[in-house]
């Protein structure tokens, strides 16, 4: 079992991304989910989280009101869309199923001008 990220890439400041997190080997609809973030020389983060139906959702007070997650459950994904992006939010991001300490591999997000 595992789970992919994918989506990051470059953006400049004002710009947005969405990041995919697709699970393979286990259905995600019975768990909660997490998107963090680490930068380089700093710790990792926790940028939100989402119950396992969708309808319980936090956010670090740094990504409120710019960043939205979501799932589709049928699609076994879980989605972050980033608008408004900043320089700090260049990290990498890491999709995390806490019940099963499953991480992904991350996927590089760059926000510069």
């Known amino acids: 079992a595992r789970v992919v990220e994918s989506g990051g890439g470059s953006a400049q400041p004002g710009g947005s991304l969405t990041l995919s997190c697709t699970a393979s080997g286990f259905t995600i609809s019975a768990y909660a989910m997490r998107w963090y973030r680490q930068a380089p020389g700093k710790e990792r983060e926790l940028v939100a989280h989402?119950?396992?139906?969708?309808?319980?959702?936090n956010y670090a007070d740094s990504v409120k009101g710019r960043f939205t997650v979501s799932r589709d459950n049928r699609k076994n994904t879980m989605y972050l869309q980033m608008s408004s992006l900043k320089p700090e939010d260049t990290a990498r991001y890491y999709c995390y199923v806490p019940l099963y300490d499953y991480w992904g591999q991350g996927t590089q997000v760059t926000v510069s001008s």
């Open positions: 989402i119950n396992s139906v969708g309808n319980r959702k």
